[in-house]
């Protein structure tokens, strides 16, 4: 079993900042892709960002400059700063991943979801 756990939302001024975390964890033998997605109230999820198992990252033009997508991979976690929050970043956040894992002696690959962090920013 593979699960991502989030952490790190909250309740912010607009021009604060905010960390998110993700974490993997489970039978995992390696990640792909991890990524940050965002779900605001009558609007379909979005992408944030991106980021492979190389570094290469990906940016949403709404975010690109105020937040920063990073990860850990020793310990399965991917992070995302988030600098100059405004009103309109306010949403559920969830983390994404590509994952390879083991079960018994087979492996698998999955896309995998977080449970949400809700980020809500004050005017």
């Known amino acids: 079993q593979v699960q991502l756990v989030e952490s790190g939302g909250g309740l912010v001024q607009a021009g604060g900042s905010l960390r998110l975390s993700c974490a993997a964890s489970g039978s995992i033998t390696g990640i792909a892709a991890m990524g940050w997605y965002r779900q605001a109230p009558g609007k379909q999820r979005q992408l944030v960002a991106t980021i492979t198992s190389g570094g290469s990252t990906n940016y949403a033009d709404s975010v690109k400059g105020r937040f920063t997508i990073s990860r850990d991979n020793a310990k399965n976690t991917v992070y995302l700063q988030m600098n100059s929050l405004s009103p309109e970043d306010t949403a559920v956040y969830y983390c994404?991943?590509?994952?390879?894992?083991?079960?018994?002696?087979?492996?698998?690959?999955?896309?995998?979801w977080g449970q949400g962090t809700q980020v809500t920013v004050s005017s």
């Open positions: 994404n991943a590509d994952v390879t894992y083991s079960s018994g002696y087979r492996y698998g690959t999955g896309n995998y």
